[in-house]
């Protein structure tokens, strides 16, 4: 069984340019998280799925974020117009959605804008 | 709301020393999940334990163990004769749970990095 994939691993990008990222969860869960870490903080919750359908997002997701898990296995998450506060960690978790309690984690994308 | 603390920013150790790191944490739920996060240097989060808020039993697991206190809120992590390999950043997280019984968003506390010298 392979882990959580993340891709890409690393991603420079330019004010104002948009970037997408990918998760692929291990393939039985069908809970999947995406969380945001900045340098010295632990991650923050950003939204997740059951299967196909976007439960949850938190207030950090401005508008110019938006995720999606179209057919309830990998997710993207992409951000338009990038600026330099979004430089972070974007980390993927993935959990069964019944009797689950451990979520497992990505590598992550490391997102520099510059 | 949830909040979890964990005040101990860094700490520096021998090898072989024990070492216990900190974690408080704020919910009005119930029913909860608490956990342990291990990262190192490559950046990966690393499950290392969960407990259950009616479970209060301790428990030990190799050079691991943890003691969780409902009165005090509290979930400590002891890595006890330390090792080099430990060196990372521990997170102490919490969650509640949904319908179903599964674990909903995990809240971080901020970590605390842990360095075991030779």
């Known amino acids: 069984d392979t882990g959580v994939s993340q891709n890409p691993r690393h991603k420079i990008t330019k004010r104002g340019q948009n970037v997408t990222f990918r998760c692929d969860p291990i393939?039985?869960?069908?809970?999947l998280y995406w969380y945001r870490q900045t340098l010295g903080q632990g991650p923050e919750f950003l939204t997740y799925?059951?299967?196909?359908?976007?439960?949850?997002k938190s207030r950090l997701l401005s508008d110019r974020f938006s995720a999606e898990r179209p057919k309830g296995s990998f997710s993207t998450l992409e951000i338009q117009r990038t600026e330099q506060g979004d430089s972070a960690m974007y980390l993927c978790?993935?959990?069964?959605?019944?009797?689950?309690?451990?979520?497992?984690f990505g590598p992550g994308t490391r997102l520099t804008v510059t | 709301a949830q909040k979890v603390t964990q005040a101990q920013t860094e700490i520096s150790v021998v090898e072989k020393e024990d070492v216990t790191l900190d974690c408080v944490y704020e919910?009005?739920?119930?029913?909860?999940?608490l956990f342990w996060y291990k990262q190192p240097p490559s950046g990966e989060l690393v499950f290392l334990i969960r407990?259950?808020?009616?479970?209060?039993q301790n428990e030990i697991s190799g050079r691991y163990s943890w003691n969780f206190q409902k009165s005090t809120s509290s979930f400590n992590f002891t890595i006890t004769a330390s090792q080099v390999v430990d060196s990372a950043v521990y997170f102490c997280?919490?969650?509640?749970?949904?319908?179903?019984?599964?674990?909903?968003?995990?809240?971080f506390g901020t970590g605390t990095l842990l360095a075991v010298q030779p």
């Open positions: 978790a993935s959990s069964l959605a019944i009797n689950s309690y451990e979520q497992y």
């Open positions: 393939s039985e869960h069908n809970r």
């Open positions: 799925f059951q299967n196909e359908a976007q439960l949850e």
């Open positions: 919910t009005r739920d119930t029913t909860y999940y």
């Open positions: 407990r259950n808020s009616f479970d209060e």
């Open positions: 997280a919490l969650s509640g749970l949904n319908y179903g019984g599964a674990t909903n968003k995990l809240i």
